[in-house]
Each structure stands twice: as structure tokens, then as C-alpha cells.
């Protein structure tokens, strides 16, 4: 195994960025191919997954499965067969030369050959008190996920834009009533979803409206919140100046929040990995995770803007694991024909 310091001057062969479900399906793949990956697990050791108590859409569990549990067994199961985890967070990577470069935040360097970039999307929070606490437990993020526990309740969803208008056209399928809270008096969404959210007979909306608190426990769930409105809006920031506003208590048994993802792929700004307008790594077409930069892969939700979710994460990890074994192996057999002068200019 390798010791923190001679990891800046080995050359690895795979280094996976990110420890979600992505990375950790990359890991397995990658090490039961003998290729000793190192992961590195990021500001959020497990990804998404350990933010939720319940995962019932998971393949190969019929009765769900915690989310803690089902990282905690991947962890397991890519370690059994050789995969390293390392604590860090990648700040900046150099990709125009070989082997890559990496720099962590704590100043360590790890050079690879291959890379694997898992580092996910991550939901944007409101700011609301008790976010922290109840994130999981009747707050979620992510309606495909959570929507189908909210079964008979009324659910408040916010923001104003289509991911707003998804996440609530979704929860009206099981939800009582869904209200979108909505802190401007128009919204964002695009006319089509703002159109058909307007015409849902169970989705109401709260103009002019802020979520200032979400009111109950990890053991009974969301129990309601406390809504803030202004007739010109944005109140939630202006509290301190004494601005006049309505609050009013509202009962709901779930919080959705669907104001955006940002893909974590700020430390490749200064390579030649194409990006989306939003951040999101772009692949080339076909079923295949390989970037702009030969060598480097994406898998997982940051370079899925579309259907986020652990299975699909999971698939192109393992999708990820396989074009780097493929790549690294086509390398091999290059560097072998190659005469012996290239050879030595090469890593
Ligand atoms: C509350 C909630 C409930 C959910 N429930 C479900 C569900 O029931 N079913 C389902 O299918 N999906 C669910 N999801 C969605 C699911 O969690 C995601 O689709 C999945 O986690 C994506 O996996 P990922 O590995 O691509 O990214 P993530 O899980 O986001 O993992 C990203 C990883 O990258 C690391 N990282 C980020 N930046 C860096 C960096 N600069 N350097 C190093 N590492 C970095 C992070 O630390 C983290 O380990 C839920 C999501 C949330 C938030």
C-alpha cells in the first residue's frame, strides 16, 4: 500500500474522483480489474445517497435499503478487491500532460494515468431553518426519489423554475396537494411545465413567498414550516430591517426543493474538458463516458443533468471503469510497439 508520500510520485494507473455511488462502481470494477484504483472520497465521503434514510428504487432490494447501507457495502465490497480510499478534495488538475496531475486542497499531488471523474451534482439548498437536520427525513431534494413516501400528504415544493415544476407535476401522482412556494410573482419554468403545473387541479402556488422554517424531528419527519411573504418579494433577506411581512405556519408532511443543481466540476475550468452552459461534463456521443481529454472518463450525476438517480449512477460508473481498463490497455500495447525513444518520452 502506499504511504501519503511516495502517492505524489507513484504513477497510478486510475484515480476516481468522488466516493457516491459512481465512484464506489467505478472502484469495483476497477480494482477487480487489477488496476489498484485510489479513490478520492471529496468534501462528502458517500455521496448524496448518506443524505437519505430510505432507498427503495435500488435493484436487488426488495424491502429498500438504507442509504448509509448501501455505501457503507460498496465501500466493502470495491476494498475486498484492492481499491485504496483516500481522504481529499481535488482543487485544481493539470490534463494537458501524462501522467495527469492532481492537486488536493490540502496540497498533496497524485499523478494517474487514467481519471475518473465521479464528483456528482449537488442540490442547491434555500437556507431554511433546520435544512440540516431534517434533509432525509420528509425534506428531500429529489421527488424520482422520495415522492412515492408522501403518499396522502400535502407537500410543499420550492422554487420557480422546471425543476420546480417537475418535482411538483411529479408529486402530484401521490401527494394530497402540492403547493409551489415561490419567492418571485412569475416564474422561471419554461411556458410548457409552467403551464401544465398551472392546470394540475391538486398544485397551488404561494407567490411572493419564502420558506423561513421547516418545523419537525428525525423521528416524526416534517410536520410543517413557516412561510414568509412580501408583496415585492425576497423578504426572507430583509427580516433584520424590520420589513413588514405575513408569516403563516403551514401543516405538511414534505418539503421538495427544487431550486437547481450545481455539478462539482469547478477544478477542470482551466482544462480542455467540454463543459454544458450549467457545468455538467459533456461525453461524446454514444454510450460511452469518455471526455474531450482522452484518458479522462465522467460517471455518475456530473455528466447527468437528466435522470440523477443511484442506479444510473452506479451504471456509469461501471461504464466509466470499463473505457479506462479499455484505454489503459490500448495505451499498453501502443507504449509496447513504440520505438524506445518514444517510450522514454512518455510517462
Ligand atoms: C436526499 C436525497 C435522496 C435521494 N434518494 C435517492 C433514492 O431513493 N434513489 C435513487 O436512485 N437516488 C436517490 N438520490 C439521488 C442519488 O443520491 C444520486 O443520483 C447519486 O448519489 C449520484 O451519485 P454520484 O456518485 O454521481 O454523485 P454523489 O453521490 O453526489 O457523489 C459525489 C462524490 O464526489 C465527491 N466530490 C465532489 N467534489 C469533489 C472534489 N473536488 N474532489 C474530490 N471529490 C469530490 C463527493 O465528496 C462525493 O463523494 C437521492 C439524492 C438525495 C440528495
Known amino acids: 500500500m502506499n504511504t501519503d508520500t511516495d502517492r505524489s510520485t507513484t504513477v497510478h494507473d486510475v484515480v476516481i474522483v468522488g466516493s457516491g455511488v459512481a465512484g464506489l462502481s467505478a472502484a469495483v470494477y476497477a480494482a477487480r480489474a487489477d488496476l489498484e484504483p485510489i479513490v478520492l472520497e471529496g468534501p462528502e465521503p458517500g455521496g448524496q445517497l448518506t443524505l437519505t434514510t430510505e432507498v427503495e428504487n435500488y435493484l436487488g432490494f426488495p424491502e429498500g435499503v438504507g442509504g448509509m447501507e448501501l455505501i457503507q457495502n460498496g465501500k466493502d465490497q470495491a476494498e475486498r478487491f484492492g481499491a485504496e480510499f483516500v481522504h481529499g478534495t481535488v482543487e485544481d488538475a493539470a490534463l494537458d500532460e501524462r501522467p495527469f496531475e492532481l492537486v488536493l486542497s490540502n496540497g498533496d499531488r497524485l499523478r494517474t494515468r487514467a481519471l475518473i471523474v465521479a464528483t456528482g451534482a449537488s442540490a442547491r439548498w434555500v437556507g431554511a431553518e433546520n435544512e440540516d437536520e431534517l434533509m432525509g427525513y420528509g425534506l428531500s431534494t429529489c421527488a424520482t426519489c422520495d415522492g412515492a413516501f408522501h403518499r396522502g400528504d400535502d407537500v410543499l415544493v420550492i422554487g420557480g423554475g422546471d425543476s420546480a415544476m417537475e418535482e411538483a407535476l411529479f408529486l402530484a401522482k401521490f401527494a394530497d396537494s402540492v403547493t409551489i412556494v415561490h ?3 412569475e416564474l422561471r419554468a419554461s411556458d410548457i411545465m409552467a403551464q401544465r403545473a398551472r392546470e394540475h387541479e391538486t398544485i397551488d402556488f404561494r407567490w411572493n413567498t419564502e420558506l423561513l422554517e421547516i418545523h419537525g424531528s428525525q423521528e416524526e419527519g416534517v410536520t410543517g414550516a413557516t412561510l414568509v411573504r412580501h408583496p415585492e418579494g425576497h423578504p426572507k433577506d430583509k427580516l433584520d430591517d424590520g420589513l413588514e411581512v405575513e408569516r403563516e405556519e403551514v401543516d405538511v408532511g414534505g418539503i421538495f426543493y427544487g431550486v437547481g443543481h450545481v455539478p462539482n466540476t469547478d477544478f477542470l475550468a482551466d482544462t480542455a474538458i467540454d463543459r454544458d ?38 451504471g456509469t460508473g461501471s461504464m466509466a471503469a470499463l473505457d479506462a481498463e479499455t484505454w489503459l490497455d490500448e495505451r499498453a500495447a501502443e507504449r509496447d510497439a513504440a520505438p524506445v525513444a518514444e517510450l522514454e518520452a512518455d510517462d
Open 277 to 314: 452552459d450549467d457545468g455538467y461534463l459533456l461525453t461524446s456521443e454514444g454510450m460511452t463516458t469518455e471526455t474531450a481529454v482522452e484518458g479522462v472518463f465522467g460517471a455518475g450525476d456530473v455528466m447527468d443533468p437528466k435522470y440523477r438517480q443511484a442506479i444510473t449512477a452506479a
Open 183 to 185: 419567492r418571485r410573482d
